[in-house]
């Protein structure tokens, strides 16, 4: 504290000073004294010391007037020591100072006078204990008290000490990357300027970095002072001789020596290396030709490539076609549909010019989901289909090409009751018909007139109806519950007629012989089949022969030549199939056992297979070898009806689960088509035997379906099967439509029977 | 009896293996099982039956194949990922102990690409595994660029640190440059999500995205660590990719770099290409080499010219002009082989094969003898790109773009061609000119326009090189309303919609038509002449119900049948139907006529306008046609399987879909056309 009660004491001297000298000044020193101080005034200390070196004569006035004032002051003669004064400041400026008034008056606010004191230089050798501490004299406080003010505390006049300029951040970022020598990067918590390192500092981080000592010119290694051993003391502590290792280089230590020695020269001990900085490693990238020694590798069937982005559509450019913008409406669903519901992630948006094409929001979040669809996404190889769904389409013959087949009703036959079977005779005049009336009757196709009739069924209905083939006789087939009727209406010439009335009677002679035989081997047997005439009143009608089995006769099926029929009575469980033989009046039964009911029969059209269908399957038997040849599996559950293709080789295989099915004999068991058009059962399904390649099912929903179905000699191909027409125009009476078809002989003609009491020819 | 068999011993449920049994097995973290999985092409699969590969009943599992990550079992680099765990746990170790020079030590050999950039392993192998042949490696390109093009354009975050950044931008403009030097870029379409190029390499399309230099949006949701492992490995591939494509054509890889220039916007211009002196480079200028070929002719065949010459005791009377045609022939062979032979059929009935057909325009001669400058106001980078790709030397563009410019006067008298993408001055009715914007006002007077050369909106510079000719300027003026920019990477499917083509080719037979009639639907429902046209189904059906069988009204009853039958039965043939049509019409006439007759009114006689009737007979023809084409479909497919019939409507129904879609486009397109709003189109 002392230099600063020294001013103190002064002040309190001088102020009387003035008034003193104010006395004297005009007598003694004029105005030279004043101007003197007041060009002192605001001048460092320091500076004006070396001005006063530098400029000489001129100077030394203004030095000597202080040193004059003093002198008055101690009352000491003036004049007297004026030369003397002169030599002493010159030899000691610096003492000098300290006499010097350091102050200055000024004028304040008020017009009073004001001093004001120059800044106290604490030099190195002053008495100033305080000098290590710094100027700010806060004192130990966080330097962040001051965060809010312009200055960071007082130095010891109690002047503010400025924050000193700080660079924007910008600087304080550029400062960061330049890296000056010596940057901390710290602040100086007493000046809040930033804290340098100084070129001595740094060489001692450096020293201590590379472990050597930071002092410069220090030696590690001075040489031992033996302060004690060095000292020969008169009672040694141990009388022991010196021992003789003392004297001796030490082995252990030669030895660690000579290892680290060793070490040195093998290069596993190396002198140190600062290390490297990172940054120079990274730019030292090695590539070479990978691919030099390709070889192709098979792709293995478990790996999947990623499938590639698809590429940009028309839609996706800048500047699309006006037809890909989307209307008001287009957008709207798609502001409103879920992000995730959308079918495009973007709207086609037209710019008129590429400067004015934005930049796309959802780039990286579409890479992101590409990049995570690469290693997260399971990938399944999908086969598709990429063909034409045309070149699935069988290849169908034209319409045109299919012609001729039935394609309206021109002829309608009325009945009062129910139809339930219908013939054609095989020389294509007569349609011969049945039903509930127990009546049978001939029409003339063509003409629809009735002919000949016949009530045959009291109060059973007629089931079925059935020409014999071959034009040589015309004999007509007919059954009504159990009796199977055989008729010649008297509708032909006289010679056919006679013909046919000696097939018919021929068998006569013949029957009663093998019956009685038959009777004499079986004991009292009953015979499956009576052969009886049927009584006078339809003998005069033309019907000659009545044959009474056990049960109601369903289906009568002729053979080719004329001379058998089979007739199928379901209901009968082991005579169910019979096989009558015209010429002998003969019935067998050829099987004594079926699996299943039988339904139908049929005979091959040209060799001796017969066929027989069960409710399940068709089974063929071979009549001469009298064994079972193949077992047709159609999978329907319920048989209604087949027909055997003239060829022999197809078969078609009506159901009452709605199913129509063709068979290829040569083929398999299973069928070769399946069809399902019907929404009712199928009671009946006819070929065509006349040459047309056509067949024709019935439905009980009232519709006749035609079919082109053509079979071609080459075993390779196979039929070909287009349906061509349905024919409706059946009334569906109690859940009953079409009971029976039949073809015309020669033209593609066909006639349907049904259950609303009509037969209609469709041609 | 044999032993029982074990459950879950064999078969699927031995085959896949769930995502946690797999990092159990390797003992890896989960991110470095990602990160394994992403470079290795390790990706999961679907199990045939989920319930047979896995053996708890969660729904949502992915699984992979156990031979996948048994052979990740030996990748070197899962040791790598191992030694890196136990690098780090001796860190923590070492400063949980306070022992920071001892984790220092340790840190050293830590791997942080995000401090340095640069990793302790390398992917090389992974690159030969996963590609073993070149040809594999280009293929899988197109992801590789378009993520690295992206990341080209990224802002640095501490996610994506600038080093990578940089190292991306980098490796595109290498492959950029041998694009450029290759003449191998193909196409390109300005798309709203930036610009597609394709470029074929070695018979491989590449196609790939860079995205418009604008700063991208970088959201919440995508994770940048799954994106940098892509990176990393991407990087690596496109190295090595670009290295082999640059000594391919004889030069050193990697290209030197200028760090100045790049710096003051040079891009494709701060890398300097040099030889390795191995391998031939490829001469840019074939006339160049024509030119050497023709002045240095062989000398062994010039002593065969002089000696047949001697035989013929001619006088050489020329002798460079011979040597010239000598050579010129010479070359023309050696073109002859060179090319693909036209085989045209000389007898009929031969089938036709597609033969590659050859570009009449050498795409590296497309822009060869234009100068093109850049204004300011379009993207330089793509454009100096493209226009180098495809021949042009020399391009020159406002100094504001960047350094690297062939000429930064937009006054030189070589400029050929300049693309402009500002609007076109307006001049005032005084005949000032109205500047819309006045900082390039004051810079430049874009109102000036040099003669002499061709001012175009840059779109001309794309649709020219994916035609591969020079297109009409007139469409591409400033100013001009552009057309349409179409994307050259749609195949041309028979039956999509086809925006180049025009409309009446692609439509339907009676697509218009039909179109027109809903137009007039809604105009003019009670149009009496358009009654009487349609009016016949309904006689018909009152007709059917009438008694008689007409084979025809079939149709009507089926429909209303059950719809599970309508599906299996079959509708005939009509061919009445058209007739009875026909019939009825005038049987309606006549039973107006008689009506009048009755109630004494005259008939007035339905004035019929030609042109409607014509109309609406070609109507109804399109309709018995469309009809008569639908049955014989009915019919075709009743004949099919089954399964077949299925395939078959899963695809109509695709097919349907797509058609849809195109029959929107074309009636869009045709309500724009009769509006008479059109874009010129070419």
């Known amino acids: ?763 | 009896m044999g032993r029982i068999k074990k459950k879950g011993t064999s078969g699927q449920a031995k085959n896949f293996i769930t995502r946690t049994q797999a990092v159990r097995k390797l003992q890896i973290s989960l991110p470095d099982f990602r990160k394994l999985c992403i470079w290795k092409g390790i990706y999961p699969r679907e199990p045939r039956n989920k319930k047979k590969a896995s053996k708890t009943s969660n729904a949502a599992t992915t699984f992979y194949y156990t031979k996948d990550i048994q052979y990740l079992l030996h990748e070197p680099l899962l040791a790598k990922f191992r030694d890196q765990k136990a690098l780090e746990k001796k860190i923590s170790k070492a400063l949980g102990r306070g022992d920071a020079n001892d984790a220092r030590r340790l840190e050293k050999n830590a791997n942080r690409p995000e401090k340095t950039g640069k990793t302790k392993y390398t992917l090389d192998h992974v690159i030969r595994e996963r590609y073993p042949t070149f040809i594999d490696a280009l293929r899988d390109l197109d992801d590789c660029l378009s993520m690295l093009f992206l990341f080209a354009n990224l802002p640095s975050t501490p996610t994506v640190p600038a080093k990578m950044i940089a190292r991306c931008e980098k490796l595109c403009l290498e492959f950029e440059h041998y694009l450029i030097l290759s003449n191998s870029l193909r196409k390109s379409f300005l798309s709203i999500k930036g610009i597609y190029y394709q470029a074929t390499i070695q018979g491989q399309d590449i196609l790939w995205l860079v995205p418009y230099r604008f700063n991208q949006r970088v959201t919440g949701d995508v994770d940048f660590r799954i994106m940098g492992t892509f990176v990393e490995f991407y990087q690596t591939l496109l190295g090595f990719v670009n290295f082999r494509l640059y000594t391919s054509i004889g030069l050193v890889y990697p290209p030197k770099f200028d760090k100045n220039m790049d710096d003051h916007g040079a891009e494709l211009g701060a890398f300097s290409l040099e030889g390795n002196g191995i391998g031939a480079i490829e001469q840019p200028n074939h006339l160049a080499l024509k030119k050497e070929k023709i002045s240095k002719p062989d000398p062994k065949l010039q002593a065969e010219i002089d000696k047949l010459k001697l035989q013929l005791n001619e006088v050489p009377e020329d002798e460079p002009m011979t040597t010239q045609t000598v050579a010129a022939e010479e070359n023309e062979e050696e073109k002859a082989t060179e090319t693909i032979d036209k085989f045209e059929p000389a007898l009929p009935g031969g089938d036709i094969l597609l033969q590659p057909s050859y570009s009449t325009t050498d795409p590296s001669t497309l822009f060869s003898n234009s100068t093109f400058f850049l204004s300011r106001e379009t993207p330089r980078q793509p454009l100096e790109f493209i226009l180098r790709a495809f021949g042009c030397k020399r391009i020159g563009w406002d100094a504001v773009l960047g350094d690297g410019a062939y000429t930064h006067n937009e006054l030189d008298p070589a400029i050929t061609h300049q693309i402009v993408d500002r609007p076109p001055p307006q001049v005032n009715p005084d005949g000032e000119v109205a500047v819309e914007d006045n900082q390039t006002a004051q810079s430049l007077q874009p109102v000036s326009r040099v003669p002499g050369r061709i001012y175009l909106q840059p779109q001309w510079i794309w649709d020219s090189i994916n035609d591969e000719e020079m297109k009409r300027p007139d469409l591409y003026a400033p100013g001009a309303q552009l057309p349409p920019h179409l994307s050259p990477f749609v195949k041309k499917v028979r039956g999509q919609y086809d925006p180049s083509a025009p409309l009446n080719e692609q439509e339907r037979e009676g697509e218009e038509l039909e179109a027109d009639t809903d137009e007039e639907d809604e105009e003019d429902v009670e149009d009496d002449e358009e009654l009487a046209v349609r009016e016949p189904s309904l006689i018909e059906n009152m007709e059917s119900n009438g008694g008689m069988d007409i084979a025809g009204s079939e149709d009507n009853d089926s429909n209303s049948g059950s719809d599970s039958e309508a599906a299996e039965s079959f509708g005939g043939f009509s061919d009445e139907e058209e007739e009875e049509d026909e019939a009825t019409t005038s049987a309606k006439q006549r039973q107006r006529e008689l009506e009048a007759e009755l109630s004494g009114v005259a008939i007035e006689t339905p004035k019929i306008d030609p042109v409607a009737e014509k109309k609406a007979k070609a109507r109804k023809g399109a309709a018995k046609k469309a009809k008569e084409e639908r049955e014989e479909l009915e019919r075709a497919r009743m004949m099919m399987s089954n399964k077949k019939r299925k395939t078959f409507d899963k695809m109509q129904y695709s097919n349907k879909k797509k058609e849809g879609e195109a029959e929107v486009l074309r009636a869009k397109r045709r309500k724009i056309e009769k509006s008479g709003k059109t874009a010129p189109r070419d």
């Open chain 1, 1 to 763: 504290m002392a230099p600063s009660t020294l001013p103190r004491k002064r002040k309190a001297v001088t102020r009387d000073v003035p008034e003193m000298s104010d006395v004297e000044s005009e007598a003694e020193f004029g105005d030279g004294q004043l101007e003197g101080i007041l060009s002192d005034s605001g001048l460092d200390n320091d500076s004006e010391e070396e001005e006063d070196e530098e400029s000489g004569e001129d100077e030394l006035d203004e030095e000597e007037i202080p040193e004059d004032y003093r002198d008055a002051e101690n009352g000491e003669p003036n004049g007297a020591r004026n030369g003397l004064v002169v030599h002493e400041s010159l030899r000691s400026d610096g003492l000098d100072d300290d006499d010097a008034p350091n102050y200055t008056i000024e004028k304040d606010a008020n017009g009073g006078e004001r001093y004001v004191y120059k800044d106290i230089d604490p030099v190195y050798d002053s008495d100033d204990s305080d000098f290590a501490i710094k100027d700010n004299t806060i004192g130990d406080i966080p330097l962040s008290f001051y965060d809010t003010y312009p200055h960071i505390g007082y130095n010891i006049d109690g002047k503010r000490i400025m924050r000193p300029a700080k660079g924007e951040a910008l600087d304080a970022l550029l400062d960061s990357i330049e890296a000056p020598r010596g940057w901390t990067g710290l602040t100086d918590p007493a000046t809040g300027k930033p804290l340098n390192l100084s070129q001595e500092e740094l060489e001692i981080l450096r020293r201590i970095q590379t472990n050597e000592v930071p002092e410069d010119g220090y030696n590690p290694y001075p040489d031992m002072v033996e302060y004690f051993s060095g000292i020969q003391e008169i009672m040694p502590l141990s009388a022991a001789p010196e021992p003789k290792r003392r004297f001796l280089p030490s082995k252990h230590e030669a030895k660690r020596i000579m290892k680290i020695v060793r070490a040195i020269r093998e290069g596993t001990i190396l002198p140190y290396r600062p290390p490297e900085e990172r940054e120079e490693e990274e730019d030292v990238e090695v590539h070479y030709d990978i691919w030099q020694d390709e070889q192709a590798r098979p792709n293995h069937i478990t790996n999947i490539p990623a499938p590639k982005a698809p590429p940009p559509g028309y839609d996706l450019s800048y500047n699309p076609p006006p037809e890909y913008l989307p209307t008001k409406a287009e957008k709207q669903i798609w502001e409103s549909t879920d992000v995730e519901d959308r079918e495009k992630e973007y709207l086609p948006t037209k710019y008129d010019s590429l400067r004015k094409v934005p930049g796309y929001e959802k780039l990286i979040n579409e890479r992101f989901e590409r990049s995570l669809d690469l290693y997260l996404a399971p990938r399944v190889r999908k086969n598709r289909l990429n063909i034409d769904p045309a070149s699935l389409l069988p290849k169908l013959p034209r319409p045109e090409e299919l012609k001729p087949f039935p394609t309206v009703c021109s002829v309608l036959y009325r009945h009062k009751e129910r139809v339930r079977s219908l013939a054609i005779d095989p020389s294509g005049i007569f349609l011969a018909t049945g039903g509930d009336d127990g009546i049978v009757r001939v029409f003339e196709v063509t003409t629809a007139r009735q002919v000949w009739h016949s009530k045959i069924g009291d109060e059973e209905a007629v089931n079925v109806v059935r020409w014999r083939p071959g034009r040589d006789a015309t004999i007509l087939a007919a059954a009504a519950g159990e009796d199977i009727f055989l008729m010649v209406p008297d509708i032909v010439d006289i010679e056919t007629e006679q013909a046919s009335l000696d097939l018919l009677d021929a068998g006569f002679g013949y029957a009663t012989n093998t019956v009685q035989a038959l009777t004499a081997n079986g004991a009292r047997k009953d015979p499956v089949a009576k052969w009886t005439r049927p009584g006078t009143r339809l003998e005069a009608d033309g019907v000659l022969i009545k044959i009474t089995v056990r049960s109601t006769v369903k289906v009568i099926t002729w053979h080719r030549r004329g001379d058998f029929f089979s007739t199928v009575a379901p209901t009968a469980q082991k005579s169910a199939v019979a096989i009558h033989t015209l010429s002998k009046h003969l019935t067998q039964i050829p099987f004594r056992r079926l699996p299943g009911i039988a339904q139908t029969v049929q005979f091959h059209p040209s060799r001796p297979l017969f066929f027989v269908a069960t409710q399940r399957t068709i089974r063929s038997y071979d009549l001469q070898k009298q064994e079972l040849i193949k077992i047709i599996q159609p999978g329907a559950r319920y048989i209604s009806s087949f027909d055997i293709h003239p060829g022999g080789d197809n078969i078609i295989v009506g159901s009452y689960d709605r199913r129509l099915l063709w068979h290829d004999l040569d083929l398999s068991t299973r069928p070769y088509k399946t069809m399902r058009f019907h929404s009712k059962a199928i009671r009946a399904v006819k070929y065509h035997k006349g040459g047309f390649p056509l067949f024709a099912d019935a439905s009980d929903d009232g519709s006749l379906q035609i079919f082109h179905g053509k079979v071609v000699s080459d075993l390779m191909e196979n039929a070909t099967i287009v349906p061509v027409k349905v024919l409706k125009g059946h009334k569906v009476k109690s859940a009953l439509g079409v009971m029976d078809i039949d073809w015309h002989y020669k033209e593609p003609w066909v006639s349907s029977a049904g259950a609303d009491g009509t037969c209609r020819l469709w041609m």
